[in-house]
């Protein structure tokens, strides 16, 4: 099959300087692939290569099989539209009109908007639920309608390929999903390929197909999220610890940065509640600071249970699909009694597990530190409001509430 792009040694030179150094990659039709990397990594300047906005060195790239340098500017613009981070828009200028600019490439020196044309634009309208703005003056738009507009514009232009810089800059966390989804949608309905720099790294494993890490304008890293995003990938191009987690709803990668002074204390002995995943990158991490580390009740099987297995940890387990039984619980109780720290992890609740949080409410009253992480609300809590019952007692008892796994460390490790 013909790739979308191809993407052969390319180097791109300001100056005597590298910006981009030697990259190759190819990008299916149909993809969504993520740039990644800290600034100055050369992510911008490798869209902009691809756009035709900047010259390239030294390589090659080619669109749907032809070379990019041979193609004329008018035919690029039939192929490929970029969204740009931000652009000012014609003062005066109605929503429709600038969404109208997109059929430029697709009309001779002295053609008219055609039927198709009106619909093309309509469409794009549509798409990106601003048909309801189309009279509107662009001066009057909020920073997310902005962006909605221009990726109306470069949709009525009826590109093959998507090209998308920093498209959620200065949005709200709202206003960054809202885009992405429109962004999916459209790929999804009108085949694109879709190649963005992004520079939220949660935002990019939650809708890309393969992300590209760079750094100093090389490729670190190609592939899948899941395979691109972890702990020594990140830290080695950002220069920053994180911890992976596994995203509850969509099961794709989720990076969670450290503070610079929250690095656990070694030979802590903490013991954490988990499961269904939500515990797996803690474990990893607090084990490979060298901390005493125990967990449970786990069921045998889940994903905390093999991960606390794999690391050599002592674990209070339960068989498959089985509620917490006495014996389950009292051994956890034992691990729990001997612990300085005790974390529970942001899983979900239901009748089967809850006696976890009892073993958290136990030790709280005990005196002993307990750290609650994220919020006990209706997607955690699958047992009528007794979960949350459990989590108020605990607080009362002095656990200390924390919204992410970084901050409990912050909190109570000495």
């Given at each position: 099959m013909t790739a979308a792009l191809e993407i052969n040694g390319v180097t791109v030179r300001f100056n005597a300087a590298a910006a981009v150094s030697d990259v190759s990659m190819r990008v299916a039709p149909g993809e969504w692939l993520a740039l990644i990397g800290p600034n100055g990594a050369g992510k911008t300047s490798l869209l902009h290569a691809i756009a035709s906005?900047?010259?390239v060195s030294e390589g090659s790239i080619n669109v749907e099989g032809d070379a990019l340098r041979s193609l004329p500017s008018r035919e690029r613009a039939r192929r490929m539209a970029v969204v740009p981070q931000e652009q000012a828009l014609p003062a005066g200028w109605t929503v429709g009109q600038v969404v109208a600019q997109g059929r430029a490439p697709?009309?001779?020196?002295?053609?008219?908007?055609?039927?198709?044309?009106?619909?093309?634009?309509?469409?794009?309208?549509?798409?990106?639920?601003?048909?309801?703005?189309?009279?509107?003056?662009?001066?009057?738009?909020?920073?997310?309608?902005?962006?909605?507009?221009?990726?109306?514009?470069?949709?009525?232009?009826?590109?093959?390929?998507?090209?998308?810089?920093?498209?959620?800059?200065?949005?709200?966390?709202?206003?960054?999903?809202?885009?992405?989804?429109l962004v999916e949608e459209a790929r999804r309905e009108r085949g694109l390929t879709v190649v963005s720099v992004l520079?939220?790294?949660?935002?990019?494993?939650?809708?890309?197909?393969?992300?590209?890490?760079?750094?100093g304008g090389r490729v670190l890293a190609l592939g899948a999220p899941?395979?691109?995003?972890?702990?020594?990938?990140?830290?080695?191009?950002?220069?920053?610890?994180?911890?992976?987690?596994?995203?509850?709803?969509?099961?794709?990668?989720?990076v969670l940065s450290w503070p610079s002074d929250a690095a656990p204390n070694a030979r802590a002995r903490i013991h954490v509640i988990g499961g269904g995943g939500s515990a797996?990158?803690?474990?990893?991490?607090?084990?490979?600071?060298?901390?005493?580390?125990?967990?449970?009740?786990?069921?045998?099987?889940?994903?905390?249970?093999?991960?606390?297995?794999?690391?050599g940890l002592s674990v209070a387990d339960e068989a498959p699909f089985s509620a917490i039984s006495s014996a389950a619980f009292q051994r956890a109780e034992r691990l729990i009694r001997k612990a300085a720290v005790v974390l529970v992890a942001p899983t979900a609740v239901g009748p089967g597990n809850m006696d976890n949080l009892r073993l958290?409410?136990?030790a709280a009253q005990r005196g002993q530190r307990v750290l609650l992480t994220g919020e006990m609300g209706p997607n955690r809590d699958f047992t009528g409001g007794g979960a949350a019952r459990l989590w108020d007692a605990a607080?009362?008892?002095?656990?200390?509430?924390?919204?992410?796994?970084?901050?409990?460390?912050?909190?109570?490790?000495p």
């Open positions: 906005a900047l010259e697709h009309l001779g020196t002295w053609r008219r908007e055609g039927p198709a044309d009106r619909e093309a634009v309509s469409a794009a309208l549509r798409s990106t639920a601003t048909d309801a703005l189309a009279l509107r003056a662009v001066e009057s738009l909020s920073g997310g309608e902005r962006q909605r507009v221009l990726l109306a514009r470069a949709l009525a232009q009826a590109p093959h390929i998507l090209l998308l810089d920093e498209p959620t800059a200065f949005l709200d966390l709202q206003f960054q999903w809202e885009m992405l989804e520079h939220d790294l949660n935002l990019a494993a939650a809708f890309a197909d393969r992300v590209a890490l760079l750094k899941a395979d691109v995003m972890t702990e020594e990938a990140i830290e080695a191009g950002y220069g920053r610890r994180v911890t992976v987690g596994v995203h509850p709803a969509t099961g794709r990668p989720t797996a990158a803690i474990l990893r991490r607090l084990a490979s600071d060298g901390n005493q580390v125990t967990t449970g009740v786990l069921n045998v099987g889940d994903t905390d249970w093999e991960t606390a297995r794999a690391l958290a409410v136990e607080v009362a008892a002095g656990a200390v509430e924390a919204n992410d796994l970084a901050s409990a460390i912050q909190l109570l490790l």
